[in-house]
């Protein structure tokens, strides 16, 4: 079966301050790998995702995420964090099998940011 | 259209009353998913319709919970006999149907039960 853990609940950063969020996943085969945003009040929004070739891939609003199959992590990065980005953030894994169909999300990481 | 569209945003109900949340998937998306998001909670998996397929209905916590999607495009979660602690957020997602793609979500129906 598929899981993911996203082990920080509550991180705190200063505007302008680098920010890692973690998250490990566990799958039998190539994972499908995901990160979302959800504003307040909002749904989820993709930032973006890994499947296959490199693995560093970039999202938008200046996201990047690495996958490290060794580590069985997909953190996701952010040089330089914006008061705007203050959010809930969830790791998903999906399978590699089309048909598998669903994704499973971790329980998502709150990012409080700092003036 | 251009997103995933779901109604109402909010609703209260009295508990015992019966309730259904409306989702509009993105036009040609095959994939549907419902997921509920307790407070302070993450995602829990409900329903997931592709294409002509019987819907995964594994995550459906009790048979007070159904759901389906007519013609292949619009879905309806009913709740029947609402209970306390089915108040969540409510949120559907649709997907071309290739895991890869990923999901696009509707802002979700917050449901509150008195």
């Known amino acids: 079966a598929q899981s993911v853990t996203q082990p920080d609940i509550h991180i705190t950063v200063s505007e302008g301050a680098s920010l890692e969020l973690r998250c490990n996943y566990s799958?039998?085969?190539?994972?499908?790998l995901f990160w979302y945003v959800q504003s307040p009040g909002q749904g989820l929004q993709l930032l973006l995702k890994y499947f296959s070739g490199d693995t560093l891939v970039q999202g938008i609003k200046g996201f990047e995420a690495e996958f490290k199959r060794s580590q069985s992590s997909f953190n996701l990065r952010k040089p330089s964090v914006h008061w705007s980005d203050a959010a809930e953030y969830f790791c998903?894994?999906?399978?590699?099998?089309?048909?598998?169909?669903?994704?499973?999300f971790g329980d998502g990481t709150t990012l409080t940011v700092k003036p | 259209g251009a997103g995933v569209s779901q109604s109402p945003s909010n609703k209260v109900t009295e508990k015992g009353k019966d309730v259904e949340l409306r989702c509009d998937p993105i036009?040609?998306?095959?994939?549907l998913y419902w997921y509920r998001q307790s407070l302070g909670q993450g995602l829990e998996f409900l329903i997931y319709f592709q294409g002509n397929s019987a819907p995964d209905k594994s995550g459906l916590p009790s048979d007070r919970f159904s759901a389906e999607r007519t013609g292949g495009s619009v879905s309806t979660l009913t709740i029947q006999r609402t209970q306390q602690e089915d108040s969540a957020v409510y949120l559907c997602?649709?997907?071309?149907?290739?895991?890869?793609?990923?999901?696009?979500f509707g802002s979700g129906t917050r449901l509150t039960v008195v």
């Open positions: 997602a649709s997907s071309t149907g290739t895991v890869r793609d990923g999901y696009t």
């Open positions: 036009s040609g998306h095959t994939a």
């Open positions: 799958y039998g085969a190539t994972p499908y």
């Open positions: 998903a894994v999906g399978g590699y099998n089309t048909n598998a169909g669903k994704s499973t």
